[in-house]
């Protein structure tokens, strides 16, 4: 059974970091990309990092490069998410997802959401 379980979110000030955390099991990082997504009230979901551990890439939005960091250890079987310089309009509910790769597919996994505010 796969499971997602994020962690780490909460209120910081502009200018501030967070790190968030996604404990997986049921599914292992040689065989599925995982990565994260968020939603804001009235928008439509963003992907906004992805790592693809069978070669090493990772992705990151336009909207976070040089700003959010994704990262894995396979040992703890957890992706992280640091984010760094962090804006208001960071501020969304953060979601783990496996199949970051192919954002369309179905038959994605999903955690349950980590919300992060950001104030200015």
């Known amino acids: 059974q796969v499971q997602l379980v994020e962690s780490g979110g909460g209120l ?32 439509e979901r963003e992907e906004v990092s992805c790592l693809i551990s069978s070669d090493g890439r990772t992705s990151h ?35 783990c997802a496996t199949d970051c790769d192919n954002p369309d597919y179905n038959g994605r996994y999903w955690g349950q959401g980590t919300q992060v505010t950001v104030s200015s």
């Open 61 to 95: 939005a336009d909207s976070v490069k040089g700003r959010f960091t994704i990262s894995k250890d396979k040992v703890k079987n957890t992706v992280y998410l640091q984010m760094n310089n962090l804006k208001p309009e960071d501020t969304a509910v953060y979601y």
């Open 12 to 43: 910081v000030h502009a200018g501030g970091s967070l790190t968030l955390s996604c404990a997986y099991t049921g599914v292992s990082l040689d065989a599925y990309a995982i990565g994260w997504a968020r939603q804001a009230p009235g928008k």
